[in-house]
């Protein structure tokens, strides 16, 4: 590992952003080089870096304006596959850390997380290791023990996977809309997207493949 490990930072919260550079800059070892408040605006920023030239580690946000986290983190890796990501987001751990590790991240926290383990985290990855918590790597070793490690949810962007834990819980396409603030025909078309990924006919299918899947646990908490 380099001596000092250079961080780029995509979060759309100039606050948090802040926050992380005032944690960061309190690690002789560790350099905020660049920042970026949109998801776009991280795939341009670690371009004009060159990737892994100028970049150690890219410490992303899920919830990102533009192109969510996962559809960057996809894009990072078909373009920078030597660049670790590392996911920092408010979603629960175990709705979305597997997802994330599965398309390519090197760990996940949660934002509540301390600045010790952040750092630590930081580190392990920039070394080309992986940040997998307890609780991660037993729902990795269920996957795996299942046969399960590709699923049609895998492939569902960010709102797409909001929408379809929401169908899974009975709620209507109106409901949705109002919940999520979306135009029902955008629920809608999420939810054919959400079928076809997933290969289920209606909204009956969807509800028995996510209970296969989930083992009966889905949620939208957090």
């Known amino acids: 590992m380099k001596a000092t490990v250079r961080v780029l930072l995509g979060d759309d919260h100039k606050i948090v952003r802040e926050g992380l550079k005032m944690v960061l800059a309190d690690d002789p070892g560790l350099q905020v080089v660049a920042e970026a408040d949109s998801g776009p605006g ?7 870096l060159q990737g892994p030239l100028g970049v150690d580690v890219v410490l992303l946000d899920i919830a990102m304006p533009g192109m969510d986290g996962l559809n960057v983190l996809q894009n990072l890796r078909r373009d920078w596959p030597g660049l670790p990501v590392l996911m920092l ?3 629960p751990e175990k709705q979305y850390a597997v997802r994330c590790i599965q398309l390519g991240a090197s760990g996940y926290l949660n934002k509540s997380t301390n600045t010790d383990a952040l750092v630590a985290a930081l580190r392990r990855v920039a070394a080309g290791g992986m940040h997998v918590s307890p609780t991660t790597a037993e729902a990795l ?7 399960r490690t590709k699923s049609g949810i895998e492939q ?3 709102r797409e996977h909001q929408v379809y834990l929401l169908l899974t819980q009975g709620h209507s396409v109106s409901e949705i809309g109002a919940q999520l603030s979306l135009a029902p025909n955008t629920v809608s078309t999420y939810r054919a997207r959400i079928l076809e990924k997933t290969g289920t006919k209606n909204d009956v299918e969807l509800a028995l493949y996510a209970q296969s899947f989930h083992g009966g646990q889905t949620s939208t908490s957090g």
């Open 156 to 158: 569902l962007s960010h």
């Open 42 to 48: 991280v795939l341009d920023m670690v371009h004009a």
């Open 141 to 147: 070793a269920s996957l795996v023990s299942q046969g």
């Open 89 to 91: 987001s408010t979603y």
